[in-house]
């Protein structure tokens, strides 16, 4: 093992209130960090930095915990740019565009899955993203949905079974038999690639009952909920993540005071995807109304090819804080410890002694750049176990 540090940062987010300023992001100025092998060991002034083996002088530059992206959909193939021209063209969104992917996805091979889910990975970690979860969803079949859990297996520990993503076309006309092979056969297929159990529960995908019996299917299996949740209207997603004690509600656009006071009082965490509404043109999530009603929100990219085809969790936070009146402070927390919160993990999303080595070094002076410069690459190296690799 050999130490580094990184010194002369010009603006520290930590993420831990305990240190710095005092805020949520625990704020260090003229800051240093230690590395030993994986981990964080030591954060605090430049000046007190202890002797490292090697350093790395930041010259003024902000630092910040590596993003944790806590919802996309990379296991897929095909393309769908001919659906979002049309959108773009005045055509209202709909779940129906996954049956495209789905057919796609059927058709490729395990290995161009794999290099797909790589290529968009190596975006990701180019623009700060150091953790990433992703979902099956786009096979459907027993044997389809179990090869995409295998493919995302081997570039992630945050997997989930999304089988429950649409009622497959195979069983249009029988629903209830769908949810049968969701919550039968292919469960005991896909249980041990997976850590997450994901429903869509929403208008043309699965109804209140069908996503009980799927997230309690799947809990009896070791799987813990996710649950997409009042995307497309309002709807009984978010109170049912909070029943079943998700881990996350995402999307949360349409939410009443019932659906607030939920979130407010659960441990769910609102994830926040702009990345979707920018792309379907769809009204903004309030955050600040979610913030208001005490609840914990994260923000994600939503990578997929329908509805928000983006690896960029910089522009997501440049959208959040434009557009869902999120401030530049929160957006960030959002970003990194929020994703952290969102995947009931500890050890990632800060910067603090004991944390994974995850870290991102930006061309500019503080996090605000983010939102201040949206689309301008401020992301100069990245972190990820200790390893610089960007």
Same mark, same amino acid.
């Given at each position: ?106 058709? &490729? ?14 975006? !990701? %970690? /180019? $623009? *700060?993203? #150091? ?46 038999g769908y949810v049968g ?64 004690? &998700? ?14 006071? !939920? %979130? /407010? $009082? *659960?441990? #769910? ?90 870290l991102v070094m930006l ?28």
């Amino acid at each position: 093992m050999t130490t580094t540090a990184l010194t002369h940062i010009a603006n520290l987010v930590t993420n831990d209130p305990s240190l710095g300023d005092g805020t949520p992001l625990g704020m260090i100025r003229d800051a240093a960090v230690v590395i030993d092998g994986d981990r964080i060991v030591w954060t605090g002034e430049s000046s007190k930095a202890p002797a490292t083996d090697n350093a790395v002088d930041a010259g003024g530059r902000a630092v910040i915990p590596g993003f944790v992206d806590s919802h996309s959909h990379l296991v897929f193939a095909g393309d769908r740019t001919a659906e979002f021209n049309a959108r773009m063209s005045g055509r209202p969104y709909s779940a129906g565009g996954i049956r495209t992917t789905v057919a796609a996805t059927r058709a &490729a091979s395990d290995e161009e899955l794999s290099a797909n889910v790589a290529r968009y990975l190596a975006e !990701a %970690l /180019g $623009q *700060g993203t #150091t953790t990433f979860e992703t979902k099956s969803g786009y096979g459907l079949t027993v044997e389809d949905e179990a090869r995409a859990l295998r493919v995302a297996a081997r570039h992630t520990d945050e997997v989930t079974f999304l089988g429950a993503h649409i009622v497959s076309p195979d069983y249009a006309d029988d629903p209830a038999g769908y949810v049968g092979l969701v919550t039968g056969p292919m469960l005991d297929a896909c249980a041990p690639y997976a850590r997450w159990i994901d429903v869509f529960c929403e208008r043309g995908a699965f109804d209140e009952d069908q996503a009980r019996t799927i997230l309690t299917a799947g809990k009896a299996r070791g799987l813990h909920p996710r649950v997409h949740a009042n995307q497309l209207g309002h709807g009984p997603g978010v109170r049912l993540a909070v029943e079943l004690d &998700a881990a996350s509600a995402d999307h949360c656009t349409h939410l009443d005071d019932a659906d607030l006071d !939920a %979130l /407010g $009082q *659960g441990s #769910t965490v609102a994830t926040l995807l702009p990345g979707a509404e920018f792309s379907t043109r769809a009204a903004w999530p309030d955050a600040r109304r979610i913030l208001a009603a005490g609840a914990t929100v994260a923000l994600s990219t939503d990578c997929n090819p329908g509805s928000s085809f983006t690896s960029s969790m910089p522009f997501c936070i440049a959208l959040a804080v434009r557009d869902m009146g999120m401030t530049p402070d929160e957006a960030v927390w959002s970003a990194t410890a929020g994703g952290a919160a969102a995947l009931r993990r500890t050890d990632i999303g800060r910067i603090t002694p004991g944390a994974r080595a995850d870290l991102v070094m930006l061309d500019a002076p503080s996090h605000v750049h983010l939102a201040y410069r949206p689309g301008v690459p401020l992301v100069g190296a990245v972190w990820r176990r200790g390893e610089r690799v960007v």
